[in-house]
């Protein structure tokens, strides 16, 4: 069976070249960035390891965004000065000017943090000297800490800015404020 022929303007607009919609392409970007920040923070602790490979909690329980900021023990945006392995293996001294303290509200302008190490976690880049950056450090030492920047960075403040209230009143369950062992 034969196509029916093509009217003069069907033609023509089949021959245009299509432009993609900026603004639809920039919701659907930052539709996709936001499930991305959803599921790295409420993804099962089998999904997210400690730095020896053992699971974040021994329940394998997961996160809602409230109690990932009641079970940090720091929250702060700022530059990294310095970074140099601590002495323990697979962690790092990371030197960070805070512009702004989310949690605790206030503290030192400069702070030194024994970290995990994010290139031995395999979870994240490795920290460097000049980065700006979002932390959220766990209260378990053992676990690695999320660094947020560049474009993920505002979006993730947005997230937490808008579930303060909520951690004020949530407990940090058990399995994620105590090492193991």
Known sequence: MRKSPLSEEER?????????????????GLAAVAVLCAALLTASPKDRRAHDGTSRDAGGQGQTYAEGIACARLIAEGDVLDVHPASRPGRVLLRFAVSDWLKPERGAGT?????VDPSVAQVEEPFGKGQHLLLVVPLREDLETDASSGAELPRMREVIDANRSKAATTKCPRNWRETPG
């Open 12 to 28: 023509a607009s089949s021959m245009r070249p299509r432009r993609r919609r900026p603004a639809l392409a920039a919701a659907v």
């Open 111 to 115: 702070v030194e943090l024994d970290l």
